[in-house]
């Protein structure tokens, strides 16, 4: 069965550092993977996705993920954070090629301090 | 083109009542998923429609159901409910249709139902 750990629930970083935030997926195939960024009370904005091809992918708002297949994960980086990143986002893998199931991680809370 | 809208935003309802979530797709988009989040067991997939047909279901029970209109609108409605059923319900949508996957989902904003 398909799953999704991002095992950091709370982070913290100053406005201007680097940030990455984990994802690990545990999938038999090729796997689907997404990052989506919630702010509070708001729905969920896709962040960059990975379908195939080259394994770094870029994404809005400055953010990029890279997919290391031997290492089951898909880390969501971005080289310097402004106050404005902070929100909870989630990592998510689709289940199959095309059914629209998104299986979502436990989400990472990120806390941006001046 | 308008992205995905969700009505009513917020909803009290009491137990025992149903309540019935409407989603409006991106234009031109087909695929309509419903996801309930909730802070103990986060986001979780209830079904997906494609041409007015479910093609997809989550480990729900049936008093949660769904319909996609010929304009690819959905309604979900939730019978009986119950106090854990207070969540935020979205509604993504997506081309729908691809047969090789990379089908990409656009989130609404939600529906905070509250079930007192």
């Known amino acids: 069965a398909q799953s999704v750990t991002q095992p950091d629930i709370h982070i913290t970083v100053s406005e201007g550092a680097s940030l990455e935030l984990r994802c690990n997926y545990s999938y038999g195939a090729t796997p689907y993977l997404f990052w989506y960024v919630q702010s509070p009370g708001q729905g969920l904005q896709l962040l960059l996705k990975?379908?195939?091809?080259?394994?770094l992918v870029q994404g809005i708002k400055g953010f990029e993920a890279e997919f290391k297949r031997s290492q089951s994960s898909f880390n969501l980086r971005k080289p310097s954070v402004h106050w404005s990143d902070a929100a909870e986002y989630f990592c998510?893998?689709?289940?199959?090629?095309?059914?629209?199931?998104?299986?979502f991680g436990t989400g990472t809370r990120l806390t941006v301090i001046p | 083109k308008a992205g995905v809208t969700q009505t009513p935003r917020y909803l009290i309802k009491t137990r025992g009542q149903q309540v019935t979530l409407s989603c409006s797709p991106i234009?031109?988009?087909?695929?309509v998923s419903w996801y309930q989040q909730t802070p103990g067991q986060g986001l979780q997939f209830l079904f997906e429609?494609?041409?007015?047909?479910?093609?997809n279901k989550g480990n729900f029970p049936g008093r949660f159901s769904g319909r996609q209109f010929s304009n690819s609108r959905s309604e979900m409605n939730v019978s009986t409910l119950e106090l854990g059923d207070s969540a935020l319900y979205l509604c993504?949508?997506?081309?729908?249709?691809?047969?090789?996957?990379?089908?990409?989902?656009?989130f609404g904003p939600g529906t905070r139902l509250t079930v007192l």
């Open positions: 998510a893998v689709d289940s199959q090629t095309g059914a629209n199931n998104l299986f």
């Open positions: 993504a949508s997506s081309l729908g249709g691809s047969s090789g996957g990379s089908d990409t989902q656009y």
């Open positions: 429609y494609f041409s007015e047909t479910q093609r």
């Open positions: 990975y379908f195939s091809g080259d394994t």
């Open positions: 234009s031109g988009h087909r695929s």
